[in-house]
């Protein structure tokens, strides 16, 4: 039976199988605007730190959660990138709407991925506060090695 990789497996994956060239872009909410701000910074910090130029790591702001599938698909259609990672923060209120919102956003980014091939990496947050979300502001940074493992099982099955 073959083992789970470990997390020095993935990075030894991803050194092995980067791609200088790969392109990745970083949808965001431009809700909660200080703590989209960390959560991107923390995927181009990890982009960065494998060896990504910042040149090939692109960022696209949108109103809301809701708007990242549509601009990830865009982006996937064109053929401008090679990855994608949506972030957001959606906090539940007093109706269902909050739910309705997350559940479709995740859906879309997943037919993005399905019907273009490529990987986009879903931290949307869908929390019941601004507390809890900020709790998990790191969250960009473990899309950014998401998506970068996703590029690299990738590459490693078309050679």
Request: net charge negative; with cysteine; charged share 20%.
């Amino acid at each position: 039976m073959k083992k789970l990789p470990s997390k020095n497996d993935l990075q030894e994956i991803i050194e092995m199988s980067l791609r200088p060239a790969w392109r990745v872009g970083i949808v965001y909410s431009s809700y909660y605007e200080e703590e989209i701000k960390t959560m991107v910074n923390g995927a181009i910090k990890i982009l960065q730190k494998v060896g990504m130029s910042p040149e090939n790591i692109s960022q696209y702001p949108v109103p809301g959660s809701f708007e990242i599938p549509l601009i990830g698909g865009a982006l996937a259609k064109k053929g401008s990138v090679d990855a994608l990672i949506g972030l957001g923060i959606i906090v539940e209120g007093q109706t269902h709407h909050a739910r309705l919102v997350a559940e479709n956003t995740a859906r879309g980014m997943m037919d993005v991925q399905t019907k273009y091939g490529i990987p986009f990496c879903n931290e949307v947050l869908y929390v019941d506060s601004i507390e809890l979300a900020c709790e998990r502001l790191y969250k960009g940074e473990e899309a950014a090695i998401s998506v970068l493992h996703s590029l690299a099982q990738l590459a490693s099955m078309q050679s």
